[in-house]
C-alpha cells in the first residue's frame, strides 16, 4: 500500500475520532447548566431542581445543574465580565433588565419568577412584636440588613426603616451582610439581636427556626420583583425555564413563602 494512502487513511481516522470526541463534549455540555441564583432563593431552587430531575428520567441523557448562590449585584458583576451562567435568577428586575438593555441575554427571555416578602427576625421570643414596635424601643446593640448597593432585600430594609423614619436613628446600630444569607448568620450567630432577612427563610424547613418575627407589610416598601433571564441557550436550559413557570413549580415557590407574579 503506497504510504501517501496509508497516511491520508490514518489522517481520516483521526478526523472521525476527533468529531466523535468533539460531538460527546457538545453534547456533554449541553447537558449541564450552571445557574446563578439570588442567595435567599437558593433553598427553594433546591427543591424545584429535584422535581424537574423526577420529572425529567430521559436516561438517553444526564442531565446536570449547578447553583451558584450569591448576591445579585455581584452575579451581575460577573456576568458582565465574561461569567459562563446559563440562567441568571436575580433577586431584583433592575439588573435583569440592564443585562437585556446591554443585550447580554437571549431576547424576550426576562420573566418574573417570584415576589419576595421581607420579615424582621430575631432568635430571641418573645423579643419582635407583630407591629414591628422593638424598632421604636432600640432595646439591641446591633440590626443587621443585606447591604442595600449590592442586594436587593437590602434595598427594601432599607426602605422599610425610611418608611418609619428610623434610617438615621439607626445607621450607627446597622452591621450589613454581604446578601441575605450572610445576614442571616449575622443574627443566629448573636452578633445582631435581630434583622431583615427573607420571609422565605423563616419558613425553610432546614432551618428550623424559632425565636419571634414580623412580617413587614409590603406598604413599607416596593415590591421585591423577582426576575430570571436566559444567558445561553440550550434544550437544558430552555426545558428548566418552562418547568420553573408550570404549576408545580409555582406551587413550590408559594409554599416557601413569596408571593406569585
Known sequence: MPKIYMLHAKLKIFVLTFACQLLFVTQALSNEIRIAVASNFFSTMQE?????????????????????????????????NGAPFD?????????????????????QSRFTYALGRLALWSPRSPFIDLEGEVLFDEDFRFIAIANPKIAPYGIASKEVLMSMKLWQDLNKKIVRGENIAQTF????????????????????????????????????????????????????????????????????????????P
Do not use: C, M
Not at 423526577?54 to 458583576?77: M, Q
Not at 422565605?200 to 412580617?215: A, H, T, V, Y
Not at 434544550?235 to 416557601?256: H, M
Open 185 to 260: 448568620q449575622f443574627i443566629s450567630s448573636g452578633n445582631a439581636e435581630l434583622g431583615f432577612i427573607s420571609y422565605s427563610q423563616i419558613l425553610d424547613s432546614n432551618f428550623n427556626l424559632g425565636g419571634s418575627f414580623w412580617l413587614v407589610p409590603q406598604s413599607l416598601y416596593n415590591p421585591i420583583e423577582q426576575q430570571a433571564v436566559l444567558l445561553r441557550d440550550s434544550p437544558l436550559a430552555r426545558d428548566f425555564i418552562e418547568f420553573i413557570k408550570s404549576e408545580k413549580a409555582l406551587n413550590l415557590i408559594k409554599k416557601n413563602g413569596y408571593d406569585l
Open 48 to 80: 424545584i431542581i429535584v422535581q424537574f430531575e423526577l420529572e425529567n428520567t430521559d436516561t438517553s441523557r444526564a442531565n446536570k445543574i449547578v447553583l451558584i448562590p450569591g448576591s445579585s449585584g455581584k452575579h451581575f458583576g460577573q456576568i458582565i
Open 87 to 107: 440562567l441568571f435568577f436575580s433577586a431584583d428586575k433592575i439588573r435583569p433588565t440592564l443585562l437585556e438593555e446591554q443585550g447580554a441575554i437571549r431576547e
